[in-house]
């Protein structure tokens, strides 16, 4: 198991490594004038000359990356070009909203969809069609859509959730509470309908195997052959299908954050590309593919111990 964690982690460096690259690269070349873009057109040549030089942007784009890259080693991302303020400093104040919001839809989406899609497969008939006609309206209807009827009606309508966000610096469990509430139930909508149709497919599919009916020519019970055999060998395709949904929904809380007002990582990411503050997107970039780094490390661990072939191959 040491090994094929060690070959994970290290298969996740170089991930790392190109997408910051990549990112660097692409971000670099496209922005055009960037000293430009932050003074503004009134600037003079020599005022871009010389926001070029305190930034660095004179210098050939390899050795801006290497520089880039030495200081973010040793945990520095730089400082934002707008507001001076340091990328992570930025980051560690809007990190926990995005997160809190985005691991608390994982659980309960974890939580309910291998409910349901369990009891769909094991009940059929009517649960499964429900499950499966959900399924279709779930993944058919954008998050951002549910967003909108949720704040529309249990927001402004109903008044029994705040429309923006009263997250702040010094705000207590009942605002986070009341503010995440909306946002996460909109991920969540999303998730358990797509997650427990995978999660019922793979269950049927164990349940159709040789070795089920083997069991149950034993004489075993069903109860024992569903959850000490067929949901362990199910589990792999379950927990891939979460962690896809969970690595969609980092890209998709960008525009559920807007629509809520939530101070997290979504409006830093919107107003730094807006911006060109390029040190600030290089930030959220990097954290967004750190974290799903982590996220793919925890999966093929648990895959890797439900499935000893994993780990072998």
């Known amino acids: 198991m040491i090994t094929f964690i060690a070959k ?107 409910l349901v899609g369990v009891l769909a497969a094991v009940k059929r008939g009517w649960v499964d069609r429900l499950v499966q006609v959900g399924a279709v309206i779930g993944d058919s209807i954008p998050g951002f859509v549910i967003g909108i009827i949720l704040v529309t009606f249990l927001a402004i309508q109903a008044g029994l959730f705040p429309a923006t966000s009263t997250i702040s610096p010094g705000s207590g469990p009942a605002a986070w509470v009341y503010s995440m509430t909306l946002p996460v139930i909109a991920l969540l909508i999303n998730g358990v309908t797509g997650g427990a149709q995978q999660i019922r497919s793979a269950v049927i599919k164990q349940l159709e195997k040789d070795y089920v009916r083997t069991l149950r020519s034993r004489g075993i019970g069903e109860r024992e052959i569903l959850f000490k055999h067929v949901l362990r060998s199910a589990a792999p395709a379950g927990l891939t299908v979460l962690s896809l949904q969970l690595i969609g929904m980092l890209g998709g809380v960008v525009i559920i954050e807007q629509i809520f007002a939530l101070p997290g990582m979504g409006p830093l990411a919107v107003t730094a590309t807006g911006q060109s503050d390029l040190p600030v997107v290089m930030g959220v970039v990097m954290y967004t593919v750190v974290v799903v780094i982590i996220v793919n490390l925890l999966v093929d661990i648990l895959n890797g111990w439900l499935n000893p072939k994993v780990r072998v191959s």
Do not use: C, H
Not at 33 to 58: C, W
Not at 74 to 88: I, N
């Open 8 to 114: 994970r982690l290290g298969s996740g460096a170089v991930v790392l490594f190109a997408v910051s690259v990549l990112t660097f690269v692409l971000l670099y070349v496209s922005s055009g004038s960037i000293a430009r873009n932050i003074l503004g057109d009134a600037a003079s040549a020599e005022q871009v000359a010389l926001k070029e030089q305190e930034l660095g942007l004179d210098q050939p784009l390899v050795l801006r990356y290497f520089s880039w890259l030495g200081n973010a080693l040793r945990g520095d991302l730089g400082a934002s070009w707008f507001t001076s303020e340091p990328v992570a400093n930025s980051l560690a104040t809007r990190i926990p909203v995005t997160m809190t919001m985005v691991f608390s839809a994982m659980i309960l989406i974890a939580i309910i969809a291998a």
